[in-house]
Each structure stands twice: as structure tokens, then as C-alpha cells.
């Protein structure tokens, strides 16, 4: 597995920092973002792959913050995370382009395969925008 | 013959005139399809599975909480938007209105599942005297009772008033219950540790509440009223009437507080008490087992003048143990009447006849055998007493219009005072054969190893035994165990919904644990002595509670006489919110893909959407070849010893990695396709003889079709159309032959998962007139049928499917169609020789037997 970084956004700090922790232990590069501000401030200074954001935040919650971070880097895959779920922000999420959605309690094995999926659709489709320009530039 | 035509249309409507693709765009538009199918059927299972598990919970007769209904429901609605948008991107924005409809379904359904219970508002609190029937909304389920049976001749009740719901919203408002529901959320439903400590914390911030003043000072203006027409100071029984459990079948039983001897000082406190005990944990454990929401639920809190009591009980209209006998059943003490509901205390049971003059037919004098007493045993009724209570419980019977279940008081000068009265639960319908005198399980040789007690709940089950002794903390007892208790203490609740049975070595049937292991249909064997010493943790036992037996081992033959659970949820808010939220999500309308109503605008449930959006998911997957003309110099010719002409298109990773990608050829041994492998296969098993004789009239048919229809002449044919054409990947392949007059088409992708895996053939036209073509298509119909492809056939165009089968399976699968569309060439041509259809059937079969073999 190519290594990749993950961005986790939650206001729990106790599983903000057993997620990153046990993530890292996989591979993965993690980073830590207690609210949104700080969630889009790391993602304008670091290169995200893809971000795990909870739903439920003081302040900006997942929702603004998934639309903040779809503005800046349309390319970063969102995966949303909520531990009582309210069923309109799930279709919320997806609306405004999440990758998916996942709920607390969520176990480490199935949270590692989701964030390895948002990955995989994100090099796709940068793998596909590449070919087609070599292509076309061969053509020329 | 407008679907026929709808049909044709569809499966063989002419490509579009898009411009032709290169290579690398034509990979990049599979990849992305590929993609997009993929996903929309992982979402497809995904929201089948979610609501195959809701269905599975709705019908189980077990239990179920709301957070389990949001979190599947969400898990279906999310899913179901994925298909819609894979949909979309698959076929460039076709099916756009489906948007619009999952709009309308997820409103519905979000409304439904977030609706609020509404409440009235009314005065803070109302004297008992002025309660009724009509104050429901207001009082409670208990108190309206009690105020209500004021009318019925010669019952008194005690003095008093209620504190109403519209009080306790004035208290508890709606942030402090907000902020509570939070903290429940976040607990683990099966951390029992973890929800008697979040309810500690609870208790605690609901006592610190502040009282509004205005209610305070009503609550001492109605305690001085009090006062005058009893005696100052007098001592008040504080009990909960909570508001929302008129639900048939739902007991409440000994859920929340009763606090006895309170004076006006202790009145606050107590009613804040009272208020906490919603948020107990056996009240919670209670309503997420019976299906109820903590804001269905709402208290209301009774205040009642103490009875002075001599003797107290419980008395049921009929005996709830034997529904069909025409007894009353009392249990008594001497006290106050909480010995007999919280089972610490062992009872008198009187067993009194309905009829008059309400003769006792059976008496079993318990108080003072408990090994807790050594006092001599003495009725503790006059025969004068037991009439009175048998009339006065007929006499509620009769007012309620069912069996009523009624606590009372008798005072030291003989007045009968009625506490409270509900209607009675009854016991699940007994087997006949679980009530088995002792003598008759002799035969198996088998002897209990106790025997006797009290049948609390009738039943039989089996399970290990755990022992629960200190009464400090809430053990972490194993599903299915049997619990076996010193006394039935109602604090033990929030552990039967784990438990198969419950064993006791005192109480009787009327206490609370008693009433809520009936509401749970758990057997409970109750007063036996020396259970506790007798059985040992971790053994397992058979507990027939009807027999009063305890059996060692797992006994079978017993359990086989259990009757079915009763649905535990039924009626509760929490199943009607499920009700109504399913009819939204998995009733299938749209059954057959060739029915006219087969169209987005239909969908009327979830269910609905992914099954159309799994249809037409397929349908734009499978028209990938035909939709998009290619660069012919992105095909290349297979060479080798290979009948006619054959051209390959790489998509992915067809090609052998290392095989020249610039040349213009390929070679069979440098495809690594597994369906193209397959196909192939089938295609070079047998020789092809070459094309049948024609006689002269079918020929003459020939020409005349081409003057018809002059697409269909092979001089007029381009190139293209002419050639046989495989589009592969690794998995997948879509090989289109269109030679001359007939078109068919095979298009596979074969993977481990199931879901994924599908071979489709289409077949239609040919040379011949129609007759013959409708009967070439239905040999060929004929013999896939025989191999379990699903077939539709309209005249000549043949469409047949295998999905979902293992790789094997399709394998070979896509052998039959390879050796198929090489020998059934020109074939139509012949059909109408007598004989044809049989002989051709008959050699097909044998072909193919001797090629699968």
C-alpha cells in the first residue's frame, strides 16, 4: 500500500488521538484537526488525500466544514463520521460529495478499508485525467 | 404490441453517431462506467442488507431501539443515493427525475422518524377529587385510574393531588431533556456499568435543578389543603404516574419511585426524586427492550395521604396465572403493601371464587415460613375481608371493562382503601403439557433437582447458572443465563433482557420482577428455598417455572413445549415509527423490467429505486460496446488458427502483460480475459460445417428481405458491422458478431464476487423471413433454458441472463453461447425443413454435453 494522508477531524480528543495513533501503526500519515477551522487550515497547508470528519462539532459542524473543504480541494475524498446519527445529515453529506458515511462506534478494519477506498477513487481518477492527456498529447 | 416494440427498440436501437474514440479515451469511458456500475452495486447490497436487517428485527419479536432504526435507515437512504448518482454518471444524466422522488422518500421517511410526541398544556397540579378518565394527558396512566374509580360505589381512595405533566415540563425543560437523550446516546446499550453511571450522573444534575418558584409555592398551598382535611403534618405517599405507557400489554411494573412518610419539608425532594426516576436504569433498559422513546414517556407525580395499614395486597380480578378458572386471587401482608410488589416479603395467597358469596377455594398461609421469620404462621384476612376485596375487585372489573390488577389497604378500623388499580397482565397461552404433574416426568427416569416454589411466569427455558448475590453493583451477566437470586428484587430488571429464566429463593407472583419477567415472557420460579445453595455458577439447568421443576443438563423434550415468544414490541411508539418508516422503504412495486410501469416515475419506496436503478444500471453497462464507436486502429486482428475473422480491443488489462501493444495483430496465447478465454473456447470446440443447403424458396427470401431492407445487405454493410468485435478486460468481455443479417451479442464480467458476475446474450434478425427467425430464436431459447439462463424471447430477438453464480458456473456458461452463436450461423434458413428444430436441438445438446464433459 502506497502511503497516504489521512486527516481526522473530531472535537473527541480521546478518539481523535487513539484513531491517529492506531492508523499510523497501519501505515497510514495521520493528522489531527480539532474543528473545522483547524480541519481547513491543514488542508490548505498539507497535501490531504482524504479526510475523516465527524458530523457533530461545536461551533462549524461536519457539514459546513465538508462544503468548505469540497470548495477548496474539490479533489480530497470525505469520509463523514457521526456517533447519533440524524438520517438528514447523512444524505446531506453525500449531496455535497462525501465518500461515504460511517458511524461511531466504528471498528478499526472496516474505518482502514473506507479510507483505503476514498484513496483508491481519488488516484483513479487522477491515473484517468493522466492518461487522457498523455494521450492526446501523443497524438499531437 | 407497444411494449414489443419498446422492447426491440431498446435492445437494438442503431449506435449513436458519437465521434470515434481513441484508445485511451475509449479505456478511460469503460473504466469510469466500470467504476461507476461497480460501486452502484456494492451500494445495490449494501441497502438490501440494511433493509433485509430491519425487516429481520422488525418481524422478530425481539427488541429494538430507535438509534438502531436511524443508523439502518441512514445506511439505506445513503446507499440508495449512491446508485441514483451512479446511475447518473453511467448514463450521462438519464433517470435525472429520480433526484427528485429519493427527495419526497427521504422527507417521508425523515419525518416520520424524527416526529415528537405531542403534549397538551394544562394546569400545574389538580386534586385527586377532581381527577378522571378525561385527565390522561395531564395525570398519568395511575392516577387517572385512581381518580376515575372514585365513581364506583364504596371504593375510597386516599386524599390527595397530582402534579401534572404540564408541571414537569415547567421543571424539566426541554434543554435539560435535550442534554439528557445526549448523554444516553453516547452509551454502549450493553454496557450496563457504563448506564448505571451515566443515570448516577443524571439523578444527580435533575436533584439540582432549581424549583421554579411559582410551583413551589402550589405545591405547600395543596399540602396545607391537605393537612386541613386529614392532619397537619401529616405523611404523604409520593409515587410516579407516568404518561405514555397505555400501550396494551405494557406494565411499567415498579419502575420508578414510590416515596413513603414525606411531610411538606421532604415534598420538593421527593418530587424531584420521583422526576429522576424516569432516567433509572431499569426504567431505561425497560423502554429500549419495550420499544419506547425516553420522550414517550413523561411523569407525572401522585400525592397521596398515607393509610394507616394493618394488612395490605394485591388483589386480581382473576388469577392471572389461570385465566380460565373463575377465581380471585389475593396476595396479603401485614403492613404497608411494598413487601408484596418489590418481592422482599413472602405472601398469603387466597385463591376466592367469582361467584357469591365469593367462597375461598384454596388458602396457602406463607407469611412466617421464610427463613427469614420464625414467627408462627396466621391469616392475615377475615373471611369478611376477602369478600370485600373479591367484590371490590369485581366491582372494578366491571367499570374498566377488564380484569384489573388492584393494590389496597385494609386501616386498624377495618377500612378498605383502594391504592391503585390497572388493568391485569395476563400470562403468555400455557402448553397444556408443561403443567405435567410431577409423577408423569418419572418416566424419562429424570428427577428435578428442585422442585416447588411459586410459578412467577410460566415458561420453560434453558440457559447456565449466575448467581447474583451483592446487590452493590450490576453484574455483567452472559446472555441466556439463568439468574438465580436471593430475592426478586425489582432492582434486578435491567438484567433480564439477558437472562433465559429467573430463579428466587422468596417472592411471590405479584411482585414487580414477577410482572416484568411475564411482560418479557421469561420463565420465573420464585420462593424456592435453597436455590442458592444448591446450584452452582456456570452449570446448566433446565427451568420449567409452569412445573415448578429445575432439571440439570439441557432438556430438550421440555423445551420442545415452549410456545412461541410474544412480539414484545408490539404497539409501542417505537414499532409504530418503524411501521410507517417501512412502508416507505421495502414494499417492491416494480417487479417486471417489461412492464410499462417499469419507469422511475413508479418508484414510489426505496426499495423501488435500487431495484430500477439496478435494472437500467445493467442496461447502460451492457450497451458500453454498442454506444461507442471506436478507432478501428485501436482493434486488433486475432491471428492463428482461428475460424473467420475475429478483432480485439483491449479496455484494461486484457492483454498478457508484456505482449506487443503497438502491433496490429494478437495471438490467443497473449489474452488473458477470462470471459473472452471462455467464449473462445466455445467458439473453436467443434469445426463449423459451413452454411446449411438452401433450398430455392429460401433463397428467393433472401433477396426479398434485402430489397426491404437494404441495411441488412452485406454489400451495403460497412466494415465495422461486418467484423466480430471483442472489447476485453481482465474480467470483462463484450464480443458483438453482426454478420450480415443477424446480430448477436455476449457480454460477461466474471469476478469472486457474486454480485458483480453476470453473462448476458442477445440474439435477434437474420436472413430468413420472420417465421424462421422466431424459430431459430427459440431453439436457441430452448437450449439455454436447459442451462438455467433466465430467457425472454419476443419473436426473433432473444434475450438471456445468468447472474450471481459462482466463476465455474459462467465459465461455462460462456462456452455454451461461443460454441452457439458459431453453429446456429445461417441456420434460420433451414427451419422450416421438417424436423429441423429437433435435430439441430439434439445435436446442439450432444455437442455441448461431449465439449462440458
New interface residues.
Given amino acids: 500500500m502506497e502511503p497516504f494522508n489521512v486527516l481526522i477531524v473530531d472535537d473527541e480528543q480521546e478518539f481523535r488521538e487513539m484513531t491517529i495513533k492506531r492508523l499510523n501503526k497501519r501505515g497510514l500519515r495521520c493528522f489531527g484537526a480539532e474543528n473545522g477551522m483547524e480541519a481547513l487550515e491543514q488542508v490548505e497547508k498539507r497535501e490531504i488525500d482524504v479526510v475523516l470528519l465527524d458530523v457533530k462539532m461545536p461551533g462549524m459542524d461536519g457539514i459546513m466544514t465538508l462544503r468548505e473543504i469540497k470548495r477548496i480541494q474539490p479533489e480530497i475524498e470525505v469520509v463523514m463520521l457521526t456517533g447519533h446519527a440524524s438520517v438528514e445529515s447523512g444524505i446531506e453529506g453525500m449531496r455535497l460529495g462525501a465518500f461515504d458515511y460511517l458511524m461511531k462506534p466504528i471498528e478499526l478494519e472496516p474505518l482502514i478499508e473506507k479510507l483505503l477506498e476514498a484513496n483508491e477513487k481519488k488516484v483513479l481518477r487522477r491515473q484517468s485525467m493522466d492518461s487522457i492527456r498523455n494521450d492526446n498529447s501523443g497524438a499531437l | 404490441m407497444q411494449r414489443m416494440l419498446t422492447f426491440i427498440k431498446e435492445l437494438f436501437s442503431p449506435p449513436p453517431s458519437a465521434p470515434p474514440m ?4 475509449l ?2 469511458a469503460f ?2 462506467r466500470y ?1 461507476n456500475f461497480r460501486a452502484l452495486l456494492t451500494a445495490n447490497n449494501n441497502a438490501l442488507q440494511a433493509m433485509a436487517e430491519l425487516e429481520k428485527i422488525y418481524y422478530s419479536g425481539e427488541s429494538y431501539r430507535m ?1 438502531v432504526i ?2 439502518k ?3 439505506i ?2 446507499n440508495v ?2 446508485m441514483i ?1 451512479s446511475l447518473l454518471e453511467m448514463s450521462g444524466g438519464r433517470y435525472k427525475d429520480l433526484e427528485v422522488i429519493f427527495e419526497k422518500i ?1 422527507h417521508e ?2 419525518k416520520i ?2 416526529k415528537k410526541p405531542s403534549f397538551s398544556q394544562g394546569p400545574f397540579i389538580l386534586p385527586l377529587a377532581e381527577v378522571g378518565e378525561k385527565d390522561r394527558a395531564q395525570v398519568g396512566e395511575k392516577m387517572a385510574n385512581l381518580g376515575e374509580i372514585v365513581r364506583v360505589p364504596g371504593c375510597v381512595v386516599p386524599q390527595g393531588f397530582v402534579i401534572t405533566a404540564s408541571a414537569t415540563r415547567h421543571f424539566l425543560t426541554a434543554d435539560h431533556i435535550a442534554e439528557i437523550n ?1 448523554r444516553l ?2 452509551l ?1 446499550p450493553d454496557d450496563l456499568d457504563g448506564l448505571l453511571r451515566t443515570c448516577a450522573e443524571i439523578r444527580k444534575d435533575i436533584l439540582d435543578i432549581p424549583m421554579p418558584p411559582d410551583l413551589e409555592e402550589l405545591l405547600h398551598v395543596h399540602y396545607a389543603r391537605l393537612e386541613m382535611v386529614s392532619r397537619p403534618g401529616c405523611w404523604l405517599a409520593v409515587r410516579s404516574s407516568a404518561l405514555g405507557e397505555d400501550a396494551a400489554g405494557v406494565s411499567f411494573a415498579g419502575l420508578y419511585r414510590t416515596i413513603l412518610n414525606v411531610d411538606g419539608d421532604g415534598l420538593v425532594a421527593a418530587y424531584k426524586e420521583i422526576i429522576a426516576s424516569k432516567y433509572g436504569a431499569r426504567a431505561i433498559a425497560y423502554r429500549r427492550k419495550r420499544g419506547y422513546r425516553h420522550e414517550d414517556i413523561e411523569m407525572c407525580v401522585g400525592c397521596l395521604v398515607m393509610v394507616d395499614a394493618l394488612t395490605s395486597g394485591v388483589t386480581y380480578s382473576r388469577d392471572p396465572s389461570e385465566e380460565e378458572s373463575e377465581v380471585v386471587r389475593i396476595n396479603a401482608l401485614s403492613g404497608i403493601a411494598k413487601g408484596v410488589v418489590d418481592g422482599t416479603r413472602t405472601t398469603d395467597l387466597y385463591l376466592v371464587s367469582r361467584e357469591t358469596p365469593h367462597a375461598v377455594v384454596y388458602r396457602e398461609i406463607r407469611q412466617g415460613q421464610g427463613k427469614a421469620s420464625d414467627q408462627c404462621a396466621d391469616s392475615s384476612l377475615t373471611y369478611g375481608q376477602i369478600r370485600k376485596l373479591a367484590e371490590m375487585a369485581l366491582r372494578l372489573e366491571g367499570h374498566f371493562g377488564k380484569p384489573q390488577d388492584m393494590e389496597w389497604s385494609f386501616d386498624h378500623q377495618g377500612a378498605l382503601t383502594i391504592l391503585q388499580s390497572r388493568p391485569m397482565l395476563i400470562s403468555q397461552p400455557q402448553n397444556a403439557q408443561e403443567e405435567a404433574a410431577p409423577s408423569s416426568r418419572a418416566e424419562n427416569g429424570e428427577q428435578p433437582i428442585l422442585f416447588g416454589g411459586i410459578c412467577a411466569s410460566t415458561g420453560i427455558a434453558c440457559g447456565t447458572v449466575f448467581r447474583v448475590n451483592a446487590a452493590s453493583e450490576m453484574p455483567d451477566v452472559p446472555m441466556g443465563a439463568v439468574l438465580v437470586l436471593e430475592h426478586p428484587l425489582p432492582e434486578w430488571a435491567p438484567l433480564l433482557s439477558r437472562a433465559a429464566a429467573v430463579i428466587a429463593e422468596s417472592g411471590s407472583e405479584a411482585g414487580h420482577l414477577a410482572t416484568v419477567s411475564r411482560e418479557f415472557a421469561i420463565p420465573a420460579l420464585f420462593s424456592l428455598a435453597g436455590a442458592m445453595d444448591l446450584l452452582a455458577d456456570g452449570e446448566t439447568i433446565t427451568v420449567n417455572a409452569s412445573a415448578r421443576s429445575v432439571y440439570l443438563g439441557c432438556r430438550q423434550d421440555l423445551l420442545t413445549q415452549r410456545a412461541v415468544r410474544k412480539d414484545i414490541m408490539a404497539g409501542s411508539p417505537v414499532q409504530r415509527i418503524l411501521t410507517e418508516a417501512l412502508q416507505y422503504i421495502t414494499p417492491l412495486n416494480l417487479n417486471d423490467p417489461n412492464a410499462p410501469q417499469f419507469k422511475s416515475s413508479w418508484c414510489e419506496t426505496l426499495h423501488d429505486i435500487t431495484r430500477f436503478c439496478h435494472e437500467k444500471s445493467v442496461y447502460e453497462m451492457f450497451n458500453f460496446g454498442r454506444e461507442y464507436k471506436f478507432d478501428q486502429g485501436a482493434a486488433k486482428r486475432l491471428v492463428g488458427e482461428v475460424p473467420l475473422e475475429w478483432w480485439v480491443v483491449d479496455l484494461a488489462d486484457g492483454f498478457r502483460a508484456g505482449a506487443d501493444a503497438q502491433g496490429q495483430t494478437i495471438r490467443i496465447e497473449d489474452i488473458v480475459s477470462v470471459p473472452m478465454l471462455a467464449i473462445w473456447q466455445g467458439i473453436s470446440a467443434f469445426p463449423w460445417e459451413g452454411p446449411p443447403r438452401v433450398s430455392v424458396r429460401g433463397f428467393g427470401s433472401i433477396i426479398f428481405q434485402s430489397t426491404m431492407r437494404p441495411e441488412l445487405d452485406p454489400a451495403v454493410a460497412s466494415a465495422l458491422t461486418t467484423r466480430n468485435y471483442f472489447l476485453v478486460s481482465k474480467n470483462f468481455c463484450n464480443l458483438s458478431v453482426r454478420l450480415g443479417y443477424h446480430y448477436a451479442m455476449i457480454e460477461a464480467y466474471i469476478s469472486d464476487l457474486l454480485t458483480e458476475s453476470y453473462v448476458t446474450f442477445r440474439f435477434k434478425g437474420g436472413a430468413a423471413d420472420m417465421k424462421r427467425k422466431a424459430v431459430r430464436a427459440r431453439l436457441l431459447a430452448e437450449i439455454l433454458q436447459t442451462f438455467e439462463f433466465r430467457v425472454e424471447l419476443r419473436s426473433d430477438s432473444l434475450l438471456a441472463r445468468v447472474k450471481k453464480r459462482p466463476t465455474e458456473f459462467l465459465e461455462r456458461r460462456l462456452k455454451i453461447l461461443g460454441y452457439l452463436i458459431l453453429h446456429a450461423r445461417q441456420l434460420d434458413m433451414v427451419m422450416n425443413m421438417p424436423n429441423a428444430v429437433e435435430r439441430y436441438k439434439e445435436k446442439f445438446l450432444t455437442d455441448i454435453e461431449k465439449m462440458l464433459s
Avoid at chain 2, 481513441?22 to 479515451?25: C, H, L, N, R, S
Fill in positions: 481513441t484508445p485511451a479515451e479505456k478511460d473504466r469510469k467504476r438509534a436511524r443508523s435507515t441512514t445506511t437512504l445513503v443515493y449512491k448518482s427521504s421517511i425523515e422518524i424524527e445526549r446516546q453516547l454502549d
